[in-house]
């Protein structure tokens, strides 16, 4: 944390935290307590999926950056032309112009054009299939129905999902420790365990435990328990596995839809999604 200060009012710059979580809290918590307390502005950088952006962004100005330190030559200039500015007493311009996610705050601005007259605009540009750009953009929530229990798990094939980075030994499909771009399925048809033959590859956690026992993230043992007992009626023969720290939302929605799509077209009838 930098803070700069001339005869202007001071500016506190946080981060950037791009997408660490808990670096970006931190710079958020930072954030807030600075602007509640001592009413200074602060400038920040985070990526759009950082759930420090939500903490923070009414009260600070959140730079939008790249997911990792590799945006950082990009971020940089970004944030001292921010600060620059505040420092100044200038008045910042739009987020899409200054390069800062929105605050959610409405504005009073003028415009050479009655509001009418944009409205049928955009409404006429909508009709015709063309670009057009709302002035009060709704937020968008993603809801989900959750599906009907199993009635009967006697009968039910279980299968297992985690995203605690739990791979077979040398990890061969070379999964990422953190913002994974890829997920991993492997047989376990033939086996009552992972351990011995299994280990993490998540960065995001202290893996001696789950080293020592990779079923204490992926419970296959206690499921081939189960089956062997009828409690189920089988424990599919696949395992998935990614990594979740630092994993995009985007790339996350992008893995449970392929996975999902193959244990429906494999008869699956529930899976245990476990985390770290």
């Not at 981060?15 to 009413?39: I, K, Q, S, T, W």
């Not at 929605?253 to 996975?259: A, C, L």
């Amino acid at each position: 944390m930098n803070t700069i200060k001339e005869k202007q009012p001071d500016i506190v710059v946080a981060g950037p935290a791009f997408n660490a979580g808990r670096y970006g809290m931190a710079c958020a918590g930072v954030a807030n307590a600075v602007v509640d307390e001592l009413n200074i502005p602060v400038v920040t950088g985070m990526y759009e999926e950082n759930p420090g952006v939500e903490a923070c962004k009414s009260k600070a100005i959140v730079v939008k950056t790249q997911d990792s330190a590799a945006g950082m030559r990009k971020a940089l200039p970004i944030m001292a032309n921010i600060t620059k500015k505040l420092a100044k007493g200038e008045e910042l311009g739009l987020p899409e112009e200054e390069g800062y996610i929105p605050q959610g705050k409405r504005l009073t601005v003028f415009s050479d054009k009655r509001g009418s007259q944009r409205a049928v605009e955009m409404l006429l540009a909508r009709l015709n299939g063309k670009e057009f750009k709302t002035e009060l953009p709704m937020p968008e929530f993603d809801k989900v129905d959750p599906a009907p229990a199993i009635k009967d798990l006697s009968k039910a094939t279980i299968a297992l999902v985690t995203s605690g980075g739990i791979v077979p030994n040398g990890n061969p499909d070379r999964i990422q420790s953190a913002s994974a771009q890829k997920w991993g399925k492997y047989d376990v048809s033939q086996i009552d365990a992972l351990t011995g033959d299994y280990y993490t590859i998540h960065g995001g956690y202290d893996p001696v435990y789950a080293n020592e026992i990779p079923d204490r993230v992926v419970p296959l043992d206690v499921l081939k328990e189960f089956e062997k007992e009828g409690k189920i009626g089988k424990v599919y023969e696949y395992f998935y596995t990614t990594t979740g720290t630092g994993t995009s939302v985007a790339n996350a929605t992008k893995f449970g839809t392929e996975i999902g799509k193959e244990l429906k077209e494999a008869g699956v009838d529930g899976v245990i999604l476990t985390s770290t």
